[in-house]
């Protein structure tokens, strides 16, 4: 079983950056598919961002293309997720999770490990 951990939120302003990671223990990252999910205020869940196990494929949710990049160093048993341009919009808790079968998923259901998650808030 793998433990995940996120870090790196913050308050930034609008059309700014911010770069969150995602830290594995107990077991080596690369045996996972990962995924990046947020939740704002009052909403369900929300797909952002996968990457396979070897970070040649990755998908993103139409709201974050060209501005979010989803990235992993599976020597440092690390995911990361850096987001430019950022919108009040993107204001969430970011929550990365890992999934343990074939393919890269878009929904909740699909992922087996969830982080704790860290608050990302974009003032206007």
């Known amino acids: 079983q793998v433990q995940l951990a996120e870090s790196g939120g913050g308050l930034v302003q609008a059309g700014g950056s911010l770069r969150v990671s995602c830290t594995a223990s107990?077991?080596?990252?690369?045996?996972?598919?990962m995924g990046w999910f947020r939740q704002g205020p009052g909403k369900e869940r929300e797909f952002v961002a996968a990457i396979s196990r070897l970070g040649s494929n990755t998908l993103y949710t139409d709201s974050v293309k060209g501005r979010f990049t989803i990235s992993r160093d599976n020597a440092k048993n690390t995911v990361y997720l850096q987001m430019n341009t950022l919108k009040p919009e993107d204001t969430a808790v970011y929550y990365c999770a890992a999934r343990a079968q074939v393919g890269l998923g878009r929904r909740v259901e699909e992922y087996d490990y969830w982080g704790q998650g860290t608050q990302v808030t974009v003032s206007s």
């Open positions: 107990g077991r080596t990252v690369s045996d996972y598919r």
